[in-house]
Nanobody, 120 residues
């Protein structure tokens, strides 16, 4: 059974930092492309950052100067360091994994989400 479990969300002040973590199980993590998305209330889920199995990075343009994605294959974990937080960063953050099955099918998995709230 595949599981993606996020943690690290919570309340932060404007200008503060949070570090989100996503621990996975049930997938061949080293071969998975991992990403973070977020969803604001009443809006569609939007892309935040991605790190491929090869370590290639991709960020939403407006976030790349403040957010850093990283992965630890030894712990099957991906993290998102968020600095200089702004009120607009308030959202539910989701961990995403994209893998290839043995049959050659692309498989996509999501975590349950972790709430990030920005307030002074």
């Amino acid at each position: 059974q595949v599981q993606l479990v996020e943690s690290g969300g919570g309340l932060a002040q404007p200008g503060g930092s949070l570090r989100l973590s996503c621990v996975t199980s049930g997938i061949f993590f080293a071969c998975a492309s991992m990403a973070w998305y977020r969803q604001h209330p009443g809006k569609s889920r939007e892309f935040v950052a991605l790190i491929s199995a090869y370590g290639t990075l991709n960020y939403e343009d407006l976030l790349k100067d403040r957010f850093t994605i990283s992965r630890d294959n030894s712990r099957s974990m991906v993290e998102l360091q968020m600095n200089s937080l702004e009120p607009e960063d308030k959202a539910v953050y989701y961990c995403n994994a994209v893998t290839m099955s043995a049959a050659g099918r692309v498989e996509t998995y999501w975590g349950q989400g972790t709430q990030v709230t920005i307030s002074s």
